[in-house]
């Protein structure tokens, strides 16, 4: 079971040992989750050159692979990535953004994890239902599906690729098929925020760089992720001062809030 003081160990470690976060991510988001990387003590390097991927990644300590603005280039890097990074044996956290969207997303979703093992995979309640093999009927990237309503789902999807799924939601769900999480905590106005998904997937691989049980990072990572949204809710005015307050939360985090904001139960 994931502690207060588990998680204030696993965020000591990335603020002492800045771990390198390589993410190949989409256009959309690379500036958000790099500066929250940084925000959180860790160091991004974001790429999207298939020539120097594996080189990346003999110097990184854990690999993103976001689909969200796909295209052919981007999934020859993302192979060429996830296959120099299985064989360091360093974690890969995969975010199918939008799959049941298009066929393309949905496609490169299950060829990647057909061939490869992710450590982690992190979505919404619509993309983990369509990767499960049910319908998730997607909005475009946005979920018309609750995390509660993809546990099934995300527990059949762990089971299947032997990883830790993560579904994010009003709580966020936490899976490895076997053991289960739900991580409470965050504001309404998060989801008006573009790229909060995406850097709860980042997020993820900072702490899965420094905590050998995925489970743990990953309830670690999100737990980090509702607090600093609670924090940051408290000062913003809209979603574009969320933003701002988010990253000085993520930053500040520290003893005293997580006593009072980190909100873990198990399933």
């Known amino acids: 079971m ?3 003081e588990s998680f204030l160990h696993d965020l000591e470690q990335i603020r002492t040992n800045g771990p390198l976060v390589l993410s190949i991510t989409n256009y959309v988001v690379a500036n958000s989750t790099a ?3 940084l925000a959180l003590g860790a160091s991004p390097l974001m790429s999207y050159a298939e020539e120097e991927a594996a080189d990346l990644v003999a110097i990184s300590n854990a690999l993103v692979v976001n689909i969200g603005t796909l295209n052919s280039p981007d999934i020859r890097t993302m192979n060429t990535a996830w296959q120099a990074a299985a064989a360091k044996g360093i974690p890969v956290v995969f975010d199918p953004v939008g799959a049941g969207a298009s ?4 496609g490169t979703s299950l060829s990647l994890l057909g061939t490869y093992s992710p450590t982690i995979i992190r979505g919404n309640g619509s993309e983990i239902m369509t990767l499960a093999g049910e319908s998730g009927e997607a909005k475009g990237v946005d979920s018309t599906r609750s995390a509660d309503s993809a546990l099934i789902g995300a527990q059949a999807l762990a089971r299947a690729h032997g990883c830790v799924v993560c579904v994010s939601g009003e709580s966020d769900v936490v899976t490895d098929g076997n053991r ?3 991580i409470f905590g965050g504001h309404p106005l998060m989801p008006r925020v573009t790229g909060l998904g995406c850097t709860a997937t980042a997020i993820c691989a900072a702490f899965a760089a420094v905590n050998p049980d995925p489970v743990a990072a990953t309830v670690h990572a999100m737990a980090a992720m509702a607090m600093a949204g609670s924090l940051a809710a408290k000062q913003a005015k809209g979603p574009g001062t969320l933003q701002l307050h988010f990253y000085d939360a993520l930053y500040s985090l520290d003893t005293v809030d997580a006593g009072r904001l980190f909100k873990v139960v198990a399933l």
């Open 103 to 106: 066929g393309l997303r949905t």
């Open 2 to 4: 994931s502690t207060v």
């Open 180 to 182: 289960g999480f739900r």
């Open 35 to 37: 500066n929250a990387l």
